[in-house]
Each structure stands twice: as structure tokens, then as C-alpha cells.
């Protein structure tokens, strides 16, 4: 028997003993961290510019989700290219819950089939926390047009071009005039502008006839009676504007365009993490004074009942948003 066989056994063994260790400390050390999340100021990613509802919902949220949380969480505004370069950021960060994003439908859902190439795949590329809120689009009109409700705007649209600003290509309102276009086969044009403070301007100036856009955006200039809403998009009634039907009651059955916000992190962020996200989020959502100041931006309070729903609700979204981005022909630079 070679003398040297059982030192070499004893080294395999105690190689072995030494990755053992090794492994199960290395497990320890990764659940006592996400045991322990955060303990680090977290950064929530806005793809817009301050103002826009993103933003607005963002920071009602971030302060309230710190607070449950112990630790800060921080608001960076990253625009361009409707909302998709902020995404993009956020979907290539590490997946550790300490970068994620704020978002409604249009950066997620729309823009990817508007573009030639897509910086991410929504599916693969996020997980779904919660739900924070939603908020339907409000078809609006000028002093400068003489329709008194929805169904005589989609009659002129009959007779004669109507154009119908939005706040530029690649959004929710975007998709919205084009879901109305082929709902009402009216003779319907988008102009799009950069931003929604040109493109109520210019509404209010009678250079377009309507504009489209998030509720938010719109709620102050109907409230004040600058704008005049001829309908909303969503299923119901909304409570901010008790008065303003729907477009269901006005002449199309299954017409819905409601926009939703919630946070997202990385694909492979630990579920322990993403859980207690989402626990953390249902808490604000429920609260008093967070409630309130999503009711006065003109958006419905929401949380989905797991993050598995939700993740399911963002897949339904993506189909119906891409067949009709590709119905309707519509592009984005």
C-alpha cells in the first residue's frame, strides 16, 4: 500500500469539510442579509421628469415606504425615451433590492412595441412587487370646441378631422387616441408634444381640438374649468370627477384605458426581499394620509394580493398593449 494514500484520503476529506463550510457560511451570510434588508438607503427610479404622475405618486410613496422600512428611500428622476431609459437602468442593476422602479403601463407595456428595438424584456427582466395605484385617461376639450359631451365629439370626428394632443409618442395617451380611433372609425389624428404642459397649451389655444392624457395631468384645468372632460376611460366612475362619464356610457361598450403604478425590481432579486417589499408597500397603500394625497393627485389607491398577481397582471397587460400598438400601426423614435 502506498504510504502516502491515506494523507491524500485525509486532504480530500478536509477539502471537502473546508467547502462545506464554506457553502452553508456563505447560505448564512446570504440569508442573514436579506433577513436584515435593507440597511442601506434603497433608490426608486423614476423614468420621467419631475411633475408627470410617476413622479407625483413616486413621491408620495418613497417617504411613507421609508418609514416602514427604516430606511430611506431615495427618488431619482431618469427620463427619456418615454420612460424606457430608466427601466432599462433599473432591469440591469443588481438584483440585491436596494434599485427599483416606479412605473406605470407606458414605459413597461406600450413603448417596448413602439420601438424598433427594446432595451428589456418586461417579462424576463423584472419582478412585479405591487401595485400602488391606478388612474384612468381623461379625454378632455377647449373653450375653442363646441361639443357638450363624448358622443358629439366622436360625430364631428365623423364629419371632419379631429386632432387629439397627447404628451408625446409611446405612452398611454398615445395608445389610448389610437385604441379610440379604431373604436370610433372616426377621423381621429394624434399630435403628440413633449410633455403635457404643450400639449394642454395648446389645447386650451385651440391650435388642437382635445387632448388625451393621465388624469393627474388634466384634473386642474377641469376642476377650474379651463378644459372640459367629455369622459374618462376607466370601467366606472372615478370619485375625483363624479360628474364626467365614462366612455362606456357614451357609445363604446368596451372602451377601457386605465394606467397603473407600482414598483419593480431586478429578475433574480430573493424572495424574501420581494416579499417583504410588497408587505411593506400594502402598508403604505393603507394608510390615512397616503390615501388622501393619492386621492387629491387624481389616482385610485391600489395593492395587488401577492406579487405573483400582479407579476400575471403585467404579462395581460403587455399582450393587450401590443396587439393593439400593433393593430394600429403606431411607431416611436
Do not use: C
Not at 420601438?115 to 391606478?134: C, E, H, R, Y
Not at 372615478?238 to 364626467?244: A, I, S, W
Not at 416579499?275 to 394620509?289: M, R, T
Not at 386621492?295 to 391600489?302: F, Q
Amino acid at each position: 500500500m502506498n504510504a502516502r494514500t491515506p494523507l491524500r484520503k485525509a486532504l480530500l476529506v478536509g477539502t471537502a469539510i473546508g467547502a462545506a463550510w464554506l457553502s452553508t457560511g456563505a447560505l448564512w451570510a446570504t440569508a442573514h442579509a436579506q433577513a436584515a434588508y435593507p440597511t442601506k438607503p434603497i433608490k426608486l427610479i423614476v423614468g420621467y421628469p419631475p411633475g408627470g404622475s410617476n413622479d407625483i405618486v413616486a413621491r408620495i410613496v418613497a417617504p411613507a415606504l421609508g418609514t416602514v422600512l427604516g430606511q430611506q428611500v431615495l427618488v431619482e428622476n431618469k427620463p427619456g425615451a418615454s420612460g424606457t431609459m430608466g427601466a432599462a437602468q433599473v432591469a440591469k442593476s443588481p438584483a440585491d433590492g436596494y434599485t427599483l422602479l416606479l412605473s406605470s403601463a407606458s414605459p413597461l407595456v406600450i413603448a417596448p412595441h413602439l420601438l424598433a428595438k427594446s432595451p428589456f424584456d418586461v417579462n424576463q427582466d423584472f419582478i412585479a412587487v405591487n401595485s400602488v395605484g391606478l388612474t384612468p385617461e381623461a379625454i378632455a376639450v377647449g373653450p375653442s370646441l363646441p361639443v357638450k359631451n363624448f358622443q358629439e365629439l366622436l360625430e364631428l370626428a365623423k364629419k371632419q378631422d379631429v386632432t387629439i394632443s397627447s404628451s408625446g409618442n409611446g405612452g398611454l395617451p398615445h395608445l389610448t387616441i389610437e385604441l379610440l380611433k379604431q373604436a370610433s372609425k372616426g377621423r381621429i389624428t394624434h399630435v403628440p408634444y413633449k410633455g403635457a404642459g404643450p400639449a394642454v397649451s395648446d389645447t386650451l389655444a385651440g391650435h388642437v381640438n382635445a387632448v388625451t392624457m393621465d388624469l393627474p395631468a388634466l384634473i386642474s384645468f377641469v376642476r377650474d374649468g379651463r378644459l372640459k372632460a367629455l369622459a374618462v376611460t376607466s370601467d366606472s366612475r372615478v370619485d375625483f370627477l363624479p360628474d364626467v362619464p365614462t366612455a362606456q356610457e357614451q357609445g363604446l361598450p368596451s372602451f377601457s384605458a386605465v394606467n397603473w403604478l407600482g414598483i419593480f425590481a431586478p429578475a433574480g432579486t430573493p424572495r424574501p426581499i420581494v416579499d417583504k417589499l410588497h408587505s411593506a408597500l400594502k402598508q403604505v397603500v393603507a394608510e390615512v394620509q397616503v390615501r388622501e394625497q393619492l386621492n387629491r393627485a387624481a389616482v385610485v389607491p391600489h395593492s395587488s394580493a401577492s406579487p405573483q398577481v400582479f407579476q400575471a397582471f403585467l404579462a395581460k397587460e403587455n399582450d393587450r398593449w401590443g396587439r393593439i400598438a400593433r393593430e394600429s400601426g403606431a411607431k416611436m423614435d
